[in-house]
């Protein structure tokens, strides 16, 4: 287990079987584990993409978590409270356009951003927000700050909140 990723994300859906499809025709994403209760039904599941890996599961809910209700974003009228960020080394463009040719949701066209990525997110079939980067510059902190109005800082203490 020395190669797994220090966080792992987890997207929930309503139909995790119909997102795995989607995502792999959608972005390039390739199901790399599936487990399937008695029933037929998805209990788990993990995808890879260029050494990243997302695990996409069904709603869940059981008191090892408590109170809290994994659940899709088509649950809770759209709302969610993450996004996923996915690093491209190149085709961005052309990353944008099968994801929309397979129907995502382009909500922010690729663009140039004042950090030196290149980025454009999309809504999946259930709702889930991605965001997709792709490096295309090096600006010093000095340029960000000009070009954004906004001041950057590396840790808390150095922001004077710590």
Same mark, same amino acid.
């Given at each position: 287990?020395?190669?797994?990723?220090?966080?792992?994300?987890?997207?929930?859906?309503?139909?995790?079987?119909?997102?795995?499809?989607?995502?792999?025709?959608?972005?390039?994403?390739?199901?790399?584990?599936?487990?399937?209760?008695?029933?037929?039904?998805?209990?788990?599941?993990?995808?890879?993409?260029?050494?990243?890996?997302?695990?996409?599961?069904?709603?869940?809910?059981?008191?090892?978590?408590?109170?809290?209700?994994?659940?899709?974003?088509?649950?809770?009228?759209?709302?969610?409270?993450?996004?996923?960020?996915?690093?491209?080394? *190149? #085709?961005?463009?052309?990353?944008?356009?099968?994801?929309? !040719? +397979?129907?995502?949701?382009?909500?922010? /066209?690729? =663009?140039?951003?004042?950090?030196?990525?290149?980025?454009?997110?999309?809504?999946?079939? *259930? #709702?889930?927000?991605?965001?997709?980067?792709?490096?295309? !510059? +090096?600006?010093?902190?000095?340029?960000? /700050?000009? =070009?954004?109005?906004?001041?950057?800082?590396?840790?808390?203490?150095?922001?004077?909140?710590?």
């Amino acid at each position: 287990m020395a190669d797994e990723p220090i966080f792992k994300p987890t997207a929930f859906y309503r139909d995790p079987l119909a997102a795995l499809k989607w995502l792999e025709a959608a972005f390039g994403f390739e199901t790399t584990t599936l487990v399937t209760e008695p029933s037929g039904r998805l209990g788990y599941s993990e995808m890879s993409f260029h050494g990243g890996s997302v695990s996409i599961n069904p709603e869940f809910s059981s008191e090892i978590i408590g109170d809290a209700r994994m659940v899709s974003p088509l649950s809770i009228d759209g709302r969610s409270t993450q996004f996923i960020r996915v690093h491209l080394a *190149e #085709g961005l463009d052309a990353h944008c356009e099968r994801a929309r !040719a +397979a129907g995502a949701r382009i909500t922010d /066209e690729p =663009a140039d951003q004042f950090y030196g990525e290149r980025t454009y997110r999309a809504l999946d079939l *259930e #709702g889930h927000v991605w965001n997709f980067a792709q490096p295309v !510059a +090096a600006p010093t902190i000095a340029q960000m /700050e000009e =070009a954004s109005g906004l001041k950057l800082s590396a840790s808390l203490k150095e922001a004077g909140h710590g």
